[in-house]
C-alpha cells in the first residue's frame, strides 16, 4: 500500500526531529576541525559545517566569493568553537558575507532568510559557501531554495537530504513505509 503524507505534515516531524538540534548549545572542548574538505558542493553552492581560519584565508583560491552563514550570534562569538571573527576576515578578504542565522525559538527557519539567500544567488555567479555548525541548517536551507527557486519536487530535494543522513526520516524508518512529500 502506498501511504502519501502531505508536505507539512512531514515539514512538523522534521521540525520535532531537528528542534533539539538547533536549539541548544554544545560545549566543544577543542577547535574547529577544517569542514570544507568534507562539504557538499552542489552546482556552484558549498554547504559545509564551520569553516576554519585557515579555509576561509583559502577561499578564493577555490573560487568562492560569497559567504552565507546562518550561525546564530551565540555560537560566533562562543571562542571555544570558534577562535577568530569570521565576518572580519571574509569582509578583509573582499569576499561578500552575510549572516542571518538560522537556530532554535530566537533565530527560527523563516522566509526572510530564504530570500536573502536567494538574493545572493541571483546577484552573482561566483561559488556560494553556505555554512552552519555543522552543515544540517544549511543543507536544509539550500534544499528550500531548490523547492521555491530552482522548482524541483519536493520530494526529489528532500531525497538528496541522505548526505546529511536527514533522509529517510526516523518515523520512514520506524515503520518500514516510504513517504512522499508533496507540494500542497
Known amino acids: 500500500m502506498k501511504s502519501v503524507y502531505k508536505f507539512s505534515f512531514i515539514l512538523q516531524f522534521m521540525f520535532i526531529g531537528f528542534y533539539g538540534c538547533t536549539s541548544r548549545m554544545q560545549v566543544v572542548t577543542s577547535l574547529p576541525t577544517p569542514s570544507l574538505e568534507k562539504a557538499v558542493r552542489i552546482g556552484r553552492v558549498i554547504i559545509a559545517g564551520q569553516p576554519t581560519e585557515e579555509e576561509i584565508r583559502s577561499l578564493k583560491s577555490r573560487g568562492i566569493f560569497h559567504v552565507f552563514n546562518v550561525r546564530s550570534p551565540e555560537e560566533m562569538n562562543d571562542k571555544v568553537q570558534i577562535n577568530f571573527d569570521e565576518a572580519a576576515l571574509v569582509k578583509e578578504m573582499g569576499i561578500e558575507y552575510v549572516n542571518i542565522p538560522i537556530s532554535g525559538d ?60 536527514a533522509w529517510p526520516l526516523p518515523v520512514e524508518q520506524l515503520t518500514g513505509i516510504p513517504l512522499k512529500i508533496e507540494r500542497k
Not at 117 to 131: N, Q, R
Open 106 to 165: 530566537q533565530y527560527p527557519y523563516r522566509n526572510e532568510v530564504l530570500d536573502a539567500f536567494a538574493s545572493m544567488m541571483k546577484s552573482s555567479k561566483d561559488s556560494v559557501l553556505l555554512h552552519c555548525k555543522g552543515g544540517g541548517r544549511a543543507r536544509w536551507l539550500f534544499a528550500a531554495y531548490e523547492i521555491k527557486y530552482l522548482d524541483k519536487s519536493p520530494d526529489e530535494v528532500i531525497r538528496s537530504l541522505q548526505s546529511i543522513k
